[in-house]
């Protein structure tokens, strides 16, 4: 009987821990959820969750009240739920700021960072793109990553940009120090 107890317990403990290897593995498989009106994502040394940034249309146009919809993807304790942003995330770190705006095109600037313009603009047909200045150069902005201090999770060392150059799509970084 101790034997049997012993071999159950075993293969309880391989079982938990394959299903802790496969969570695990899901979480940090590099998915991010795409969707297609995706402009951009932010990572975070934090954790793997994801904030994600998608155009907004009304009417087959670029919602001019709200054209970017801010949301959370976790991918660590509820792989794959979606949530949005909440009031002191948006003003504080993740919303964002129109500076101006046109028919299929605004301005506009990141909560956290200011002191850099963005420009979403394109048509209904095509998509839209998120166009930023990344090391000099005009590029498409794929992702941001945000490397946090150690011990401080409220304190950035950097953030890098990542994108691909309008001309040429050749991949792009670069790292703002605040």
Not at 59 to 73: A, E, Q, R, S
Not at 138 to 157: C, D, F, H, I
Request: charged fraction near 25%; proline fraction near 3%.
């Amino acid at each position: 009987m101790r034997m049997n107890r012993s071999r159950i317990l075993s293969f309880l403990c391989g079982l938990l821990l394959f299903s802790f290897g496969a969570a695990a593995q899901a979480a940090s498989d590099g998915n991010t959820y795409t969707t297609p009106e995706r402009l951009f994502y932010i990572t975070r040394s934090l954790n793997k969750n994801l904030v994600c940034y998608d155009y907004r249309l009304t009417d087959g146009k670029l919602d001019k009240k709200d054209p970017i919809h801010v949301y959370w993807v976790n991918r660590e304790e509820k792989v794959g739920q979606k949530e949005d942003i909440n009031f002191f995330q948006r003003k504080m770190a993740y919303g964002y700021k129109q500076v101006e705006k046109g028919e299929d095109r605004v301005v506009f600037t990141l909560t956290a960072y200011p002191k850099r313009q963005m420009t979403l603009t394109g048509s209904a047909s095509k998509g839209y793109k998120c166009y930023v200045s990344i090391s000099g150069k005009q590029a498409v902005l794929r992702s941001l990553y945000v490397k946090t201090k150690p011990g401080n999770p409220m304190s950035v060392e950097y953030v890098e940009l990542r994108g691909v150059t309008v001309e040429g799509g050749e991949a792009v970084t670069e790292q703002v120090r605040p």
